[in-house]
């Protein structure tokens, strides 16, 4: 029996690179307060609680690895995550390290 991922190379690159990437607890943190919606910058911000340029940093990152999609309207950035499988891995972590 082969494992569909394990003959993709690109699916490996891609899931080690978000895994990578959401390994950090304030990028999971942000992760958490977006679960499966669309937010702008500052609602991040006023969520998560740390300066808006902190944020950004690691906004950048998330989508730098393809975690997040963005949309911007007017003078505002809305972020998401951007691809299902990454979605149903953060919807798993946030069911267990997300909720009290």
């Known amino acids: 029996m082969t494992n569909r991922l394990i003959d993709k190379e690109e699916d ?11 390994a950090h607890p304030l990028r999971l943190k942000i992760l958490c307060v ?10 991040i911000v006023e969520h ?7 944020i950004s940093q690691h906004l950048a ?3 730098d690895k393809g ?3 963005t949309r911007k309207e007017a003078n505002k950035v809305y972020y998401r995550i951007g691809d299902l ?3 149903k891995l953060v919807s798993m972590m946030r069911e267990v390290f997300c909720t009290s």
């Open 48 to 54: 998560v609680g740390t300066s808006q340029s902190n």
């Open 67 to 69: 975690v997040l999609s």
């Open 85 to 87: 499988r990454t979605l």
């Open 34 to 43: 977006l679960d499966d919606q669309e937010i702008s910058v500052q609602d």
């Open 12 to 22: 490996i690159q891609q899931a080690s690179q978000a895994i990578k990437a959401i």
């Open 61 to 63: 990152i998330l989508r």
